[in-house]
DNA sequence: ATCCAGGTTCAGG
DNA sequence: CCTGAACATGGA
């Protein structure tokens, strides 16, 4: 890879099997990337500072960072949360599931290799506002649009050159931008960045942002109810932000793959009924009871992800 | 061309 | 409590 000196590198052995790749492009983050400069490396930027990761083998990987050696435990710490290496991969799925569904769970047994993250709530938040009713692609243009204009500009001197980054806005930054030039970053749907402002102005007087620090203990209905004060963030968006923003594993998004394949798979028959809220409740109690209240949305994001590989044959993350 | 993509909100029956 | 429309764009 380029050299930029300023880099220092840490070593992670993750003891658990561990799909890069498949974990950072499966939809429940949408700024990892790789650049020219650094092929076979996914670089990103988390607190304004950047990261390149890049997997040895498939419980070990590397870490270079703009932090100096005195923190690489920190980082290795930090990386160990992110990835939730604490969550064993082989509990997810009871024994009960894997005797009731056998064909089922021979092929998505490969897919635990994909970790759900501890991402940061502020950039969930934003990020799954984004995501209604349009492609991935989209989400992923909104989001690096959104960075690019209203984060901190970070550039990485290597020896090819110069190498920039942006950092994700700040909610700051957000609740004072104005609404038809973020509607350029929102896939010009000014109701959306309204929504967000609105959401980052409420983040930024606190009342948001206390939220999330007492969401690891509040029984995920309050959570639910935080979250759904604010305008464009609806049932589904607000587990979103539970299970990738808040580290709420029991958190069950039901989007239109996850209703599907709740039909296809299992044959609940209320998945070929609308999502009304209603409806949405009564198909979360249904797949709870099939795969477990703990972890319901960890194993939900593994089939999801396995749904869109397996059945929808989707090449592009 | 038509439908679907990690939805939510609002009006009307 | 339900459905349909509006919001917006791009890929298959």
């Known amino acids: 890879?380029?050299?930029?000196?300023?880099?220092?590198?840490?070593?992670?052995?993750?003891?658990?099997?561990?799909?890069?790749?498949?974990?950072?492009?499966?939809?429940?983050?949408?700024?990892?990337?790789?650049?020219?400069?650094?092929?076979?490396?996914?670089?990103?930027?988390?607190?304004?500072?950047?990261?390149?990761?890049?997997?040895?083998?498939?419980?070990?990987?590397?870490?270079?960072?703009?932090?100096?050696?005195?923190?690489?435990?920190?980082?290795?710490?930090?990386?160990?949360?992110?990835?939730?290496?604490?969550?064993?991969?082989?509990?997810?799925?009871?024994?009960?599931?894997?005797?009731?569904?056998?064909?089922?769970?021979?092929m998505v047994k490969p897919y635990r290799?994909?970790?759900?993250?501890?991402?940061?709530?502020?950039?969930?938040?934003?990020?799954?506002?984004c995501a209604q009713g349009i492609g991935m692609h989209l989400i992923r243009r909104q989001v690096s649009m959104i960075a690019e204009r209203y984060g901190q500009k970070i550039v990485l001197e290597t020896p090819e050159g110069e190498m920039v980054f942006y950092g994700f806005p700040t909610p700051s930054a957000l609740a004072s931008a104005d609404?038809?030039?973020?509607?350029?970053?929102?896939?010009?749907?000014?109701?959306?960045?309204?929504?967000?402002?609105?959401?980052?102005?409420?983040f930024e007087s606190g009342k948001l942002a206390l939220a999330c620090v007492g969401s690891g203990e509040c029984d995920l209905e309050t959570l639910r109810e935080t979250l759904c004060v604010h305008s464009g963030i609806g049932l589904k968006i607000a587990d979103c932000i539970a299970?990738?923003?808040?580290?709420?594993f029991d958190a069950f998004p039901i989007d239109t793959h996850v209703k599907q394949y709740l039909w296809e798979w299992f044959g609940i028959e209320e998945a070929r009924r609308s999502l009304t809220e209603k409806n949405y409740r009564i198909l979360q109690e249904k797949a709870r009871a099939i795969l477990g209240t703990e972890c319901a949305g960890y194993a939900g994001h593994i089939l999801f992800h396995c749904w869109r590989k397996e059945v929808k044959k989707m090449k592009a993350f």
Not at 243 to 248: A, E, S, T, V
Request: net charge neutral.
């Open 1 to 106: 890879m380029a050299d930029a000196k300023e880099l220092s590198k840490t070593i992670i052995k993750s003891h658990r099997n561990f799909d890069l790749h498949a974990t950072l492009f499966s939809g429940q983050s949408f700024r990892w990337s790789q650049k020219e400069n650094f092929s076979g490396y996914y670089s990103t930027v988390i607190d304004n500072k950047i990261f390149l990761l890049r997997s040895i083998d498939s419980t070990t990987f590397e870490i270079f960072s703009q932090s100096k050696e005195a923190f690489c435990l920190q980082i290795s710490d930090f990386f160990r949360w992110y990835f939730a290496f604490d969550i064993d991969e082989n509990s997810i799925f009871s024994s009960d599931f894997q005797r009731d569904y056998p064909e089922l769970w021979r």
């Open 179 to 202: 609404p038809s030039e973020l509607a350029l970053c929102t896939n010009n749907n000014r109701i959306r960045a309204a929504n967000i402002i609105a959401m980052a102005r409420s």
């Open 243 to 248: 299970l990738f923003g808040l580290g709420r």
């Open 113 to 129: 290799s994909v970790r759900v993250m501890r991402q940061e709530p502020f950039e969930i938040m934003v990020t799954f506002m």
